[in-house]
């Protein structure tokens, strides 16, 4: 009598149905970087994990809607397994996350592209997760599994009873790429061409004929009082007598009362549904009173949000390719080239930038009290004063683009300093 496979055999039959399944004729080739158009990922041959991020595994991609920075994982991107140290994609996986789980994160997970050729062992999986320890799953508030297939369902089984409850309550799958519209910043989203050219054949077979034709309609026009996802002049306009705009002035007053000596003040998270309503109130015009939250995060969060919001980035769109050539400016001359880029801002957003910036540097100066240095805060930040007017910004782009703002913080006196429009405000 034969004995039935176990789980894990299972698991290998499954994956390898799922491969013959794919009848596109375009099977996925590991073994180079495959990224979305735009994320111009190009990590430098000193990067100490040059080896395994040269294959575009691991992005970072900006933040979440609620301010929570995106881990992105793609196994399109895995080459096949001889030619990549599994032991080596764990290490960098752990030197990625060190940098960002002090802070609440969200990973995703593009399951697209994962064969028996280049797939990890079920060891090492196990390995993976037992190295992961408090400080990486505390801050973790979900794990989007993105085209979850049989085989990931007989993975999380055969993995449940080393999963706590509550960390298992973090995965949520997702079926379609559309999905993750409702959570994160789909546009800055790092999404390679053969999850995107996955996601359209399953979104044809899912179609039962040719799709009905539907007039999407005309967007609505923002309310008078609208703040959020309007631009500064659009808000200016409406608010004739604020230069700087309600959201950050009044969130900045706050958190300068109350929360310059709180310890990782906007490296948390808050209650999607606060924010929602917080939102709402501004947007409406109404009122918002921060004490009855009794959360200092709150302000911080819908002061991220704001700025992620901006149509164009605070410090503009033509800035970007500046602040990615940092990098090759001499350290020396840095603050110089800081002082130049930030000079040659147009006036409204020069005089906005200045604030916001005045009062980060002022949050580092309490950096032994709330954790938060320059280098932190530029982390936090950075992807939100920032970014291309198409594509995504890579784990590479964020490198001169964390340094910049670092920079603008550290040495806020000398990069301000000497211009100051009329009717410039300083917190």
Known sequence: MSSEPDP????????????????????TVPGGPSVRPGSSFSPDSSHPFYDVARHGIIQVSGDDNYGRKLIIFSSCCLPPSHQLNHHRLLEYLKFTLDQYVEMDYILVYFHYGLRSSNKPSLKWLRQAYSEFDR??????????????????RIVW???????????????????????LRDHLNYEQLIIPPEVLRHDEKLRAAQRSGP??????????????????????QYIREKNREAIIPPVIRQTVTYLKEKGLR????????????????????????????????????????????????????????????????????ESILRVTRCKQIVESLPE??????????????????????????PSNLACVFGVNLV?????????????????????????????FGSRCPPGQVIP
């Open 8 to 27: 894990e055999q299972l698991a290998e039959i499954e994956l390898q149905k799922e491969e013959e399944e794919d009848e596109d004729g375009q099977r």
């Open 135 to 152: 400080k990486y799953k505390k801050n973790l508030k979900t794990l989007y599994v993105v085209h979850p297939t049989n085989f990931i």
């Open 157 to 179: 089984n055969i993995f449940k009873p080393l999963i706590s409850h509550k960390f298992g309550k973090k995965l949520t799958y997702v079926n379609y790429l559309d999905e």
């Open 211 to 232: 799709p009905p034709s539907v007039k999407t309609p005309p967007p609505r026009p923002p309310l008078p009082t609208q703040q959020f996802g309007v631009s500064l």
């Open 262 to 329: 709180t310890e990782g003040i906007f490296r948390r998270s808050a209650r999607v549904q606060l924010i929602k309503d917080v939102q709402k109130l501004y947007n409406q015009g109404k009122p918002v009173n921060f004490d009855e939250y009794a959360d200092v995060h709150v302000p911080a969060v819908i002061l991220k949000t704001f700025l992620r919001e901006l149509p164009e980035p605070l410090l503009t769109f033509r800035v970007y390719s500046q602040v990615q050539e940092m990098l090759n400016v």
């Open 348 to 373: 409204h957003n020069f005089i906005v930038v200045k604030f916001l910036l005045s009062f980060l540097h002022l949050v580092s100066q309490e950096s032994i009290v709330n954790k938060m240095s």
């Open 387 to 415: 970014w291309p007017r198409h594509g995504s910004i890579s784990l590479t782009a964020l490198t001169p683009i964390n340094i910049f703002t670092e920079l603008l913080i550290e040495h806020f006196h000398t990069v």
